[in-house]
């Protein structure tokens, strides 16, 4: 089979692009705006995009229920600055709820069932109950390609500041992925969770 874009095949109800990349990490992304009202909400075109400097992006395709950007873009573009706090299994709940369709200006924490945690280097809070958040000022907004008339796409792109980590997810100095079990997402509405690991190690030159 091959799909085409310009001539889907009938024999699949759904488009499979998000069933054929896989698993994308979910950056849950706290923001505020220029009002200081908090906004949450979970994105799985999410990834690091840089490791010197560490920097993240995410994209909101679709436009918000009022019109416009989305509020995690807006937010972004108004006061420079976003958090990325960890998705994991024993959040899933919060996480799902976050995502509901809401008015401008609703605190998606409190739908949740989440805390605020006060950041050190941006204005945003950051979830209290993640064990890891990533503090992030913005550095570019890309306007993507519409999927359609009057759609919208954004990519924001951030740099990491810095990384609020729980003490009990550390090991050896290292963060161990086997007490985060960080949720990823699939297709449909299938998620997964990492849970167990292992190594390679680079060919020498």
């Known amino acids: 089979m091959f799909y085409r874009y310009d001539h889907p095949e009938p024999g699949l109800p759904r ?9 994308r990490p979910i950056g849950w992304i706290s923001t ?24 993240v992006m995410y994209c909101a395709n679709g436009s918000h229920t009022d019109g416009g ?6 937010n972004a573009r108004e006061t ?9 299994w024993d959040l899933r709940d919060a996480v799902n709820e976050s995502s509901r369709m ?20 941006v204005r945003p809070p950051r979830v209290a109950q993640s064990p ?6 913005v550095t570019q907004i890309l306007e993507l ?11 924001v792109m951030g740099r990491v500041l810095g990384i609020h980590i729980a003490d009990d997810v550390l090991a050896g100095g290292r ?15 299938e998620y997964a969770i990492t849970d167990a690991t292992f190594q390679m190690t680079r060919p020498n030159p």
Do not use: Q, W
């Open 32 to 55: 505020i705006d220029s009002a200081g009202r908090a906004n949450l909400a979970p994105f799985s075109f999410f990834n690091a995009i840089s490791e010197n400097p560490p920097m």
């Open 145 to 155: 390609p519409a999927g359609g008339p009057g759609g919208i796409g954004r990519m």
């Open 69 to 74: 950007e989305k509020d995690s873009v807006r």
């Open 80 to 88: 420079g600055e976003f958090v990325v706090n960890l998705a994991t």
């Open 15 to 23: 488009d499979p692009f998000k069933a054929c990349v896989v698993p």
């Open 102 to 121: 809401a008015g401008r200006g609703v605190d998606e924490f409190e739908l949740a069932g989440v805390t605020h945690a006060a950041c050190l280097l």
């Open 132 to 137: 890891i958040s990533l503090e992030c000022r």
């Open 175 to 189: 963060v161990a992925i086997g007490r985060l079990k960080p949720l990823s997402r699939l297709g449909y509405a």
